[in-house]
């Protein structure tokens, strides 16, 4: 059973940044992929950014050239380094994580972003 841990969600002003944290309780090399989603109130819930085992990054295009995910493989936590950020992007952001056929999700953290 993995288990995925976010943090660093908070309040934030239009124009600001924030970094979210995504601790996972295995080694994430051994996952196929790593994903942020995110999901607004009365919305479902979106893809961010994926990060696969060889490295390679994907972004939606909503947040291409604002979002980076990146990861520290010797503390088995990925990043989600968010720029620009605009009152579109309030949602409550999850960490998600493929191993085989199975998918693991963390618990969220919420992000809101004042005009």
């Known amino acids: 059973q993995v288990q995925l841990v976010e943090s660093g969600g908070g309040l934030v002003q239009a124009g600001g940044s924030l970094r979210l944290s995504c601790a996972a309780s295995g080694s994430i090399l051994s996952f196929n992929a790593m994903a942020w989603y995110r999901q607004a109130p009365g919305k479902q819930r979106e893809w961010v950014a994926r990060i696969i085992r060889t490295g390679i990054t994907y972004y939606a295009d909503s947040v291409k050239g604002r979002f980076t995910i990146s990861r520290d493989n010797a503390k088995n936590t990925v990043y989600l380094q968010m720029n620009s950020l605009n009152p579109e992007d309030t949602a409550v952001y999850y960490c998600?994580?493929?191993?085989?056929?199975?998918?693991?999700w963390g618990q969220g953290t919420q992000v809101t972003v004042s005009s």
């Open positions: 998600q994580c493929t191993s085989g056929r199975l998918e693991y």
